[in-house]
T-cell receptor, first 109, second 111 residues
Framework: KNEVEQSPQNLTAQEGEFITINCSYS?????LHWLQQHPGGGIVSLFM???GKKKHGRLIATINIQEKHSSLHITASHPRDSAVYIC???????????FGQGTRLTINP | DAGVTQSPTHLIKTRGQQVTLRCSPK?????VSWYQQALGQGPQFIFQ???????QRGNFPDRFSGHQFPNYSSELNVNALLLGDSALYLC??????????FGSGTRLTVV
């Protein structure tokens, strides 16, 4: 079992819909990261969370440390939101990020 | 404020050759990590550099080596290239407060 699991693996929605992507992890963490990757492109860091909730524009990220679960929400989704969204965790004392397998999001006009 | 800069963006090499990839971290970041992302897969940690030393290493052979310079920039070297080394190589720099910033990657194709 992977240390970081995301669901769903693929998600297709219509423009304007509310999107939720989930991430569960099985290890102790120092922080959880939500990342965005466009096809063929590099990775953009969206959020770094250690507790609670963060909001940036139409994006909202929440984390429940007790349940080892995080969600990324997109309100009023737009075709330009189409990308792979990746959850990654950094562990206490460790230098590397451990990545989930990613969620491929497609927003149709 | 420039983010993480990687060069080159694309590269084609022949099996058995050697390659050097370069990374300039975001201003104010002193820690650089390298990741390998095969097509359709998540990134895999190669190693991390801090204060010009390799601090942690992932499960990669010794053919993968690196270096960090006093200005915090870093190089990833891969010797004796294999076809399976074809991937997107990502560099990430880090600050403790703001977390990670990723570069756009170098796409390496080994033929």
């Amino acid at each position: 079992k992977n240390e970081v699991e995301q669901s769903p693996q693929n998600l297709t929605a219509q423009e304007g819909e509310f999107i939720t992507i989930n991430c569960s992890y099985s290890v102790g963490i120092s922080a959880l990261h939500w990342l965005q990757q466009h096809p063929g492109g590099g990775i953009v860091s969206l959020f770094m969370l250690s507790s609670g909730k963060k909001k940036h524009g139409r994006l909202i990220a929440t984390i429940n440390i007790q349940e080892k679960h995080s969600s990324l929400h997109i309100t009023a989704s737009h075709p330009r939101d189409s990308a792979v969204y990746i959850c990654a965790v950094s562990r206490p004392g460790a230098q590397k990020l451990v990545f989930g397998q990613g969620t491929r999001l497609t927003i149709n006009p | 404020d420039a983010g993480v800069t990687q060069s080159p963006t694309h590269l084609i090499k022949t099996r058995g050759q050697q390659v050097t990839l370069r990374c300039s971290p975001k201003s104010g970041h002193d820690t650089v990590s390298w990741y390998q992302q095969a097509l359709g897969q998540g990134p895999q940690f190669i190693f991390q550099y801090y204060e010009e030393e390799e601090r942690q290493r992932g499960n990669f052979p010794d053919r993968f080596s690196g270096h960090q310079f006093p200005n915090y920039s870093s190089e990833l070297n891969v010797n004796a290239l294999l076809l399976g080394d074809s991937a997107l190589y990502l560099c990430a720099s880090r600050s403790l407060v703001r977390g990670y910033t990723f570069g756009s990657g170098t796409r390496l194709t080994v033929v």
